[in-house]
C-alpha cells in the first residue's frame, strides 16, 4: 500500500514506527528488508531499460576499449548486478586508490536499485570516481559480486583501507574477497544517524553527549578510549541502550584509536567528508532513465575531471607562503601539492613549540609547556627511518610535529625521500599518462616528456633551494638513463618494419 504511494522506504519505516509505537530503529525488520521485499513484487520486462543499460555499456565499449563493464544476469535472463568504470577511473586508482570510500547509501531512484560508488582523493584533495555498481539486492552475494567485479576492473589491485556504512553483508563480503584490506565504517554515516537515535533518548544533554563522544572518537590511545567510553556510559545513563552498545561493539572500526595506523588519505576529516560526499550528489542528480545514466556519469567525471584539473593549475599558480624559513619547508615546498604542503607546514609551525629530549632508545617530544608525558619518536639518521607513537604519517601520510621536531633538533635539511609519498607530490594527469601510456605512441610520450621538463625548469628557477635540488636528481636521473641499453620498442619496430620490406 505504501509503494503505491510513491513515498520512499525510510518514510514507510517512520511511518510503521508510529503505527506499531516503537522507538526508531526497533521494528523487527530494516531499510534494507523492506527495499529487497518491494524488489520481489516487481514484475520486470526483460526488454525494459536495464536490457537498454546493458546495450549501452556495450556500445561504449565498442567505442573506447579501455571501459570495463561487468554484469549478471537471473534465471529469466533479467539484469540483475551491473558495474562499470572509465579508463580514467582505473588510470586514477593505480596512483591513489590506496584509501577508497565504498557508498551503498543511495539508490538509483529510476530504476529504485541500490546504488554503489566507489571514490577516492587525488594528490590535490579533490573527490576522483573509480567505479559504479548497481545491484538488484543488498546481500552478501550481491556485495561479493561488486567487490570481485571492482578488483578485477582495477587489475586485482585492492586499496590498502575502504570505508563504508555499517552493514553487516557489506562488513563479511570485505572479509571474503578484500582479505589485505583494512575496513572502517564512515564516521559521517554514523553520526547521522545520532538524532533519531539519541535525540529523544538524551534530550537536553544530548549536545554534551555528542561533543563528548567526539572527544572520545579523537582520542590516540586505546585505553584512555575505553575507559572514557565507561564513564560516558555512566554519566549520561546509557547502560542499556542497545545503539551504544552496537557502537562499542563495533569501535574497532570507527574509533580513530584503533585507526591510527591504518592509511585513510584524510578521508575520515568533516571537511573531505562533505567533499566527497557533494561529488557523490553529482551523479545522483545526473539521472533520469537509468539506460542514460552511465552515460550521465562519465558526463559527471568528465566535467569533475575538467573542473579538478583548473582547480590544480589555480592552486600551483598560487604563491606558497614559508612560515618558518627552514629548509626542511622549502624543500617540501618544492616536491608537494599545495593540498598536501599545507597540511605539512601545519605541522612544522607548530613543531616550534614542543622540546626534544634524548633517551637510550629514542626520543620523547612534547609541548614546551608540558612536564610530563609526551609522544615517542624512533630515528635512524643512516637508513633515513623516523616513526612516532602517534602515528600521523601511517595515518595521513603526512609527517607529524613531533617527528619534524626531531629532524630539526637533529640538524636535518630535508625531509627523508620516503616520508614525500607519491600520492602528495606535484603529479599531474600528463604525467601519470606518461607513466601509464603504451610504447607505440613514441612521438606522444616524447611531447609529454618536453612539456614536464619545461615545467621542471620553470619551477626550479624560482629558488636557488629548488635549482640545487633539480641539478642534482636530473644528474642522477641522467646517469640512470645512459646506463640504459638503446634498442628500446622503438628500434626493435624500426627494424621489424626494415625486415619486412
Known amino acids: 500500500m505504501f509503494a503505491k504511494t510513491g513515498i520512499s522506504v525510510q518514510q514507510m519505516m517512520r511511518l510503521m514506527e508510529l503505527e506499531k509505537c516503537v522507538e526508531p530503529g526497533y521494528l523487527p525488520f530494516t531499510e534494507k528488508d523492506v527495499r529487497n521485499l518491494l524488489q520481489s513484487f516487481r514484475k520486470l520486462d526483460p526488454e525494459d531499460e536495464s536490457i537498454d543499460l546493458l546495450r ?13 563493464y561487468e554484469f549478471t544476469l537471473d534465471l529469466n535472463n533479467r539484469l540483475e548486478n551491473i558495474a562499470w568504470s572509465y579508463a580514467s577511473s582505473v588510470q586514477a586508482y593505480e596512483i591513489f586508490g590506496d584509501a577508497v570510500v565504498f557508498d ?61 556504512d555499517q552493514n553487516i553483508c ?38 554534551e553527549w555528542k561533543a563528548e563522544f567526539y572527544r572520545l572518537y579523537n582520542l590516540e590511545s586505546i585505553d584512555e578510549f575505553e575507559l572514557g567510553w565507561r564513564d560516558m556510559v555512566n554519566s549520561f545513563g546509557l547502560h542499556t541502550n542497545r545503539h551504544v552498545a552496537n557502537l562499542f561493539a563495533l569501535r574497532s572500526l570507527w574509533a580513530l584509536p584503533y585507526l ?14 562533505k567533499s566527497i560526499n557533494a561529488f557523490i550528489q553529482r551523479f545522483l542528480s545526473a539521472q533520469t532513465r537509468l539506460a542514460h545514466f552511465v552515460e550521465q556519469v562519465a558526463v559527471a567525471v568528465d566535467f569533475k575531471d575538467q573542473a579538478g584539473e ?41 613543531a616550534a613549540h614542543y ?31 623516523i616513526s612516532c607513537s602517534c602515528h600521523q604519517f601511517e595515518f595521513s601520510g603526512i609527517l607529524c610535529r613531533h617527528a619534524l621536531r626531531v629532524l630539526s633538533t637533529g640538524n636535518c635539511f630535508q625531509i627523508p625521500e620516503r616520508y614525500l609519498p607519491l600520492r602528495w607530490r606535484r603529479i599531474s594527469t600528463s604525467s601519470t599518462k606518461l607513466l601509464q601510456s603504451t610504447p607505440s605512441d613514441h612521438a606522444e610520450r616524447v611531447q609529454l616528456l618536453q612539456g614536464m621538463v ?8 624560482k629558488s636557488k633551494e629548488r635549482l640545487d635540488i633539480a641539478t642534482e636528481q636530473v644528474s642522477i636521473l641522467l646517469s640512470r638513463i645512459r646506463e640504459q641499453p638503446i634498442l628500446t620498442q622503438v628500434t626493435r619496430d624500426i627494424s621489424a618494419i626494415h625486415r619486412n620490406l
Request: glycine share 6%; aromatic share 12%; net charge positive.
Open 355 to 385: 622540546a626534544s629530549f634524548q633517551m637510550e632508545d629514542g626520543f620523547i617530544v612534547r609541548h614546551h609547556t608540558k612536564l610530563e608525558g609526551g609522544r615517542k619518536v624512533f630515528w635512524v639518521p643512516r637508513e633515513g627511518i
Open 170 to 207: 557489506l562488513k563479511d563480503a570485505i572479509a571474503m574477497e578484500m582479505t589485505t584490506t583494512k575496513h572502517a565504517l564512515c564516521i559521517w554515516l554514523i553520526v547521522a544517524k545520532f538524532p533519531s537515535w539519541f535525540n529523544a533518548v538524551l534530550g537536553e544533554r544530548y549536545n
Open 454 to 461: 619545461s615545467t621542471l625548469i620553470t619551477e626550479s628557477a
Open 104 to 164: 551503498t547509501t543511495h539508490r538509483l531512484t529510476a530504476f529504485d536499485m541500490p546504488l554503489g560508488i566507489w571514490v577516492g582523493v587525488n594528490n590535490y584533495g579533490m573527490p576522483c570516481f573509480f567505479g559504479c555498481v548497481l545491484l538488484r539486492e543488498e546481500n552478501l552475494r550481491s556485495f561479493s559480486w561488486a567487490l570481485k567485479a571492482f578488483l578485477g576492473f582495477m587489475n586485482g589491485k585492492a586499496p590498502q583501507t575502504i570505508l563504508t
Open 310 to 350: 583548473q582547480q590544480t593549475m589555480q592552486q600551483n599558480l598560487q604563491n606558497i607562503c614559508l612560515k618558518t624559513g627552514a629548509p626542511m619547508e622549502s624543500h617540501a615546498a618544492a616536491i608537494l601539492t599545495p593540498f598536501a604542503f599545507s597540511k605539512l607546514q601545519e605541522q612544522l609551525v607548530l
Open 260 to 273: 591510527r595506523s591504518h592509511f585513510f588519505a584524510g578521508m575520515t576529516t568533516t571537511g573531505q567528508s
Open 56 to 68: 549501452m555499456c556495450r556500445n561504449i565499449k565498442d567505442k573506447d576499449p579501455n571501459f570495463r
